[in-house]
């Protein structure tokens, strides 16, 4: 998902003694599909039910190309990872949890990120989440283990860097402090999620996930697999990716319905938490509709707004793109905004990781469904504001998405993962 293709995150393993792999903190080298030692640790650091993954971010790999907007498409990638990860240990029998109370300092002294002299020629990395991946998820790890020796130094990736303050002035004012653990969010009891007919296995699922270029503008989805899409999207316990976050849904998708069977095309919002509900009631236009979906499960907090064709709407607030028209539907993920980052001003990038998050689901249901999504990270967020009536800073449009059929690029190629290293083998 990552906007232009950058992939600005990075990965980090920080274990006890596992199998085949001593106890230490390791970054994860994506070319060569390895682990680099960076640290040695004690064994008795970390509990053994599990490890600690951190992500981070190179904010210069998005910003020579997007500038002041590369922040929060790092802050989407992110997102987008954290769903990966969660993902792909479900399918490990193991869960992840976001450990949300532990502060961006602390994450960069275990991982690293704070030591000048490794980074004193190459670009600054950020520290971004934490996350507990294991069989059980514990409440707290507090304090962090405590790396010993560190070794390396990271290389720098471009030879003229160019200077974006407005980056540093956002990641200051969203650095996250160490905060005490808030309570964990219970979600509501839902129905399980259908469990899908798709003959393929989850894995192949998640390796052919791809971002679809353009959509051929007459694919249509059944309501039943609109209506999964939507089930997805709602927060459950013991459900991934959705139970990775420790807080309650902060993020409604509103969607422009083009083309799903039995579903009249307008505009819809699916009200992800109940006191979501009623901010959206609130700070949106009074003259909404809000009217249940009929042969919606009940259980799914969909209402339509208006009826409408919102092609040409959904097609100008994302730039223009034609993607947002010719699709079976458009998103935009619209969120909490001013009230909650008052106290708490850290709590925008959490935003922005639970936007993709959400993307990253809508990406695998529409695998799932035979169609294609895509992240939308051009927009125009007070157009977006105008329709929907939103008039302060209350709430605010973070991220758009669409998903339909793809019009296949033939002038593609897929390889075999990691091709490049089976061939230096035979080499």
Request: aromatic letters at 10%; hydrophobic letters at 45%; a negative charge.
């Amino acid at each position: 998902p990552s906007s232009g293709n950058l992939h600005p995150t990075e990965g980090y393993v920080v274990c006890s003694d596992l199998p085949e792999l001593a106890a230490g903190v390791y970054h994860y080298v994506s070319r060569d599909h390895a682990l680099e030692q960076r640290a040695n640790l004690n064994d008795a650091a970390l509990p053994d039910s599990g490890l600690l993954m951190g992500l981070t971010s190179i904010h210069w790999r998005e910003a020579w190309k997007y500038g002041l907007r590369a922040y929060r498409y790092c802050q989407h990638d992110v997102g987008h990872a954290i769903a990966a990860v969660a993902y792909a240990a479900a399918a490990l029998g193991w869960r992840v949890r976001l450990l949300d109370a532990v502060s961006d300092a602390a994450i960069a002294a275990l991982l690293g990120l704070n030591r000048e002299a490794d980074f004193a020629e190459a670009e600054a990395e950020a520290p971004d989440a934490l996350l507990w991946v294991g069989a059980d998820s514990p409440l707290e790890l507090l304090p962090l283990p405590t790396p010993l020796q560190f070794q390396g130094r990271a290389n720098r990736l471009s030879p003229e860097p160019v200077h974006w303050a407005g980056i540093e002035a956002v990641a200051e004012a969203a650095e996250q402090p160490t905060v005490p653990p808030e309570p964990g969010f219970v979600p509501p009891p839902l129905p399980p999620l259908t469990a899908t007919e798709h003959p393929t296995l989850a894995a192949t699922i998640y390796r052919q996930r791809r971002s679809a270029v353009s959509f051929d503008g007459v694919t249509s989805l059944s309501a039943a697999a609109w209506f999964a899409m939507l089930d997805a999207l709602l927060p459950r316990a013991n459900a991934p990716p959705m139970d990775a976050l420790p807080w309650r849904p902060r993020v409604a998708p509103v969607f422009f319905v083009h083309r799903v069977e039995e579903v009249a095309p307008g505009l819809y919002v699916l009200a992800r938490d109940p006191d979501l509900l009623l901010i959206l009631q609130q700070k949106l236009r009074p003259d909404w509709a809000w009217q249940r979906v009929p042969d919606c499960p009940e259980h799914i907090p969909l209402y339509q707004l208006a009826p409408a064709d919102c092609r040409d709407t959904a097609q100008f607030i994302a730039c223009h793109q034609e993607i947002a028209r010719d699709s079976a539907f458009a998103v935009g993920f619209i969120a909490e905004f001013e009230p909650i980052l008052k106290q708490r001003p850290w709590l925008y990038r959490q935003l922005f990781w639970e936007t993709g998050l959400l993307g990253q689901i809508l990406y695998l249901e529409a695998e799932t469904a035979s169609v294609r999504g895509t992240g939308i990270g051009c927009f125009f967020d007070d157009a977006m504001h105008q329709v929907l009536g939103i008039a302060d800073l209350s709430l605010q449009s973070l991220y758009h998405f669409t998903v339909g059929g793809p019009v296949e690029d033939r002038r593609l190629q897929t390889l075999p993962p990691y091709a490049h290293l089976a061939q230096r083998k035979q080499d």
